[in-house]
Every structure is written in C-alpha cells, then in structure tokens.
C-alpha cells in the first residue's frame, strides 16, 4: 500500500473520508491511484484525525524507501598451516585454515583425482553414473556449484591470494563415491556402467582411500601442515611410508625356528614349535615389534587384522626396508636369548638395550596363621 492508501484506510476507507472533507469520492480516489495526498489537506487531515481519534502522524503523508542493507560479505577463513600430502604419485596441497577446517587444494584434488590439468570439478562428478552415490554436499547444483567447497585465504603459500578448497571429509566421501560406482558397474544387470576414464578415476580413488585409511586423513594433514605434531615435519607420515606397504605382501616365512627355540627354552615350553602357545604373541609384540619402532607396532594394533593364521603384522612390512629391520631385530634377540636362562632374565635385557624404565613393584600377602603381630 501507498502512503495515501494508508492515510485513507486510517479514516474508514474513501467513501468515509469523502464524506468527512465534503468532497467527491473521486477527489480521494484520484489520491489513492497518484500515491500521494496534496501538501493543502495534509494539515486539514491532521487536525481531522484529532476530531475523530485517529492516529495519524505528518510522516505517514511520506513515501518511506526501504532501508537498503549492504550485503555483508562472508568472512574468508586464513590459511595458518600449509603443506603438500604424497599419495602415490600424486601431491596434493594441503591446508589447515584458522578456523580449524582442513582442506585439499580443488586444483590439486582435480589433478590428482581425475588426472587433468584442466576443468573444473563439477563437470566431472555431475555425471548421471556417479550422482547416486554422491552426498549432498558433494552434488552440483544448477549453476555447478559443489556446497562444501570452502573460498580462503593462501596466506602466501600459493600463486593467487585466494583459493578453493574441499574439505578433506569430503575428499573422502567423494573417493568412496567413485569406488561404489565402480563396484556397482561390475555387478550383474546393473544401470551404473562407468567409463574407462572414471574407471581409472576410481582406480585412483582406491588408492587414496587404502594410503588414508592407515593412520586418518587428519593426522596426516596435520603432520604434513607441521599443525599437530611436535616432531620434524613428515617424519611419521615418512616413516611409516619407508617401513609398511600399500598393501599386505603375500605370506612369506620370516620369524626363524631359532626364535621359537629359544622362547621354548626360557618358558619351559614342551610342546611343538608349530603349536606355540598363544601367550607368545605377546612376547613378540613386547620384544620384537614395540623395540622395531614403536609408531609402527601403534599403527599395527589399531590398523591391521588381529595376527591369525597368515595374517602376521610382518606382512604388511615393506620388502626393501621395515622387512630387512625386522629380521635385524629378530636375530639380535635371539643372540640376547642365547646368553638368558629365564624368559625373565631376557625381557630385562631387552628391556635395558632399548631404554625401557625399570619398575620395582613390592608384593604384599598375608602373614602365615599364628603368627603374632608385634606393636610398634
């Protein structure tokens, strides 16, 4: 409504004001179609209004343009870590913003990922093959634009000031989205028949998820960000690189009999070898894995099947490294076991060379019956 609508309504609507102002009703209509009530009845409808109770006020006469409110642009969250996670082949950049979010460069994920220089990632991941399996933060929208792409701020660890980024959750959800599809197209009768270029996009999806699946996304961006951890940057992500596979390696026998001998000896152990007792898994963990290095017997318990059958933590050691420090290890402890009488006696030992902390623990049982307890 206009002003002059507003004021006429106020009096009743305009055949009452008409009839108050003892003019026509097409002297107020003509008012209500210009929007506008002349300056010469303002006043005389003013001191109307009072007659008759009406509230009316000089600014009600006024046109009022809506307050135009500036759009307030989106704070643009800072890089404060930056590095670059090696997956394979590929390098990805990394960024960990101010607000705590981790991030892959898009750029690097659509180089990395899809394996090209250029494009951007919608055109890509919109295709009618993967939209079932995409979540919805992941699917484009009309004009291609994915919702959890972040906009930040390099901070001067790139070529342009400002960058796009995708979350590194849902870097993750989209690896797994082209892995389902993949698995989807090779079953029987299925309506999802992917290409041989997001075939071997999936194929680089699996990769990504076997390497990331090993010690958590997070922990590696923010080793390779220097974020999180007090040690050289990439050391763990390096080392555990140098000593594990992609990979479990085919079985392959590596603990010598001499090992099982010695352990057979110093326990007192009757049986057969090939019948260990399951306690000695312990041991081998205690004396052989946790002495190797103690990041990579962590990364064993919480990643690795559970030692069963061929399922040994060995065969996931890489062949040119972690393997070689392994069998190192197993013969300096049998070599120690040679020279011990009791499981006790080697523990110790071993527990001395690689600087273990002796912990004396005093035993208390009860006194033998009748014996008297004298007052102090």
């Not at 090209?116 to 295709?127: D, N, P, S």
């Not at 001499?258 to 110093?266: D, I, M, P, V």
Request: aromatic fraction near 10%; proline fraction near 5%; charge should be positive.
């Amino acid at each position: 409504m206009n002003p002059a609508q507003k004021v006429i309504k106020k009096f009743g609507g305009q055949t009452a004001l008409a009839k108050l102002i003892g003019k026509g009703q097409s002297t107020v209509q003509h008012w209500t179609k210009s929007g506008h009530i002349p300056a010469k009845w303002q006043k005389d409808l003013l001191d109307l209004a009072k007659k008759q109770g009406v509230s009316l006020r000089a600014e009600d006469f006024i046109k009022r343009e809506p307050a135009i409110v500036p759009e307030v642009e989106p704070e643009i969250p800072k890089a404060t870590h930056w590095g670059e996670l090696q997956i394979g082949d590929a390098v990805l950049p990394c960024y960990v913003l101010e607000d705590g979010r981790r991030v892959f460069s898009l750029k690097g994920v659509v180089v990395g990922l899809i394996e090209t220089e250029g494009g951007q990632l919608a055109e890509y991941i919109k295709v009618k093959n993967l939209k079932p399996f995409l979540s919805g933060e992941l699917t484009p929208a009309e004009n291609d634009a994915i919702p959890c792409l972040v906009k930040f701020d390099t901070g001067g660890h790139a070529f342009t000031k400002y960058a796009q980024g995708l979350p590194v959750e849902q870097f993750i959800d989209l690896c797994r989205a082209y892995s389902e599809a993949a698995e989807a197209t090779d079953k029987k009768d299925s309506e999802i028949n992917l290409t041989n270029k997001q075939r071997r996009v999936a194929v680089n999806a699996n990769r990504f998820l076997r390497a990331c699946s090993k010690i958590g996304i997070i922990a590696l961006v923010d080793e390779a960000t220097g974020y999180q951890y007090d040690r050289a940057i990439d050391a763990l992500q390096f080392k555990l690189k140098l000593y594990l596979e992609e990979e479990m390696r085919p079985w392959e026998k590596t603990f010598p009999d001499e090992l099982w001998k010695e352990f057979g000896r110093l326990t007192n152990w009757k049986g057969s070898l090939h019948q260990r007792p399951k306690y000695w898994g312990k041991l081998v963990m205690e004396l052989i894995y946790d002495c190797l290095d103690e990041d990579v017997s962590n990364w064993l318990r919480e990643n690795a099947p559970s030692p069963r059958g061929n399922l040994s933590y060995h065969r996931w050691l890489s062949s040119q490294y972690g393997l070689k420090k392994l069998v190192e290890h197993i013969w300096m402890v049998i070599g120690m076991a040679k020279t011990c009488e009791t499981m006790s006696e080697l523990r110790e030992k071993v527990a001395i060379q690689f600087g273990r902390q002796r912990v004396q623990l005093n035993l208390f049982l009860p006194a033998p019956t009748g014996t008297v307890r004298k007052a102090t």
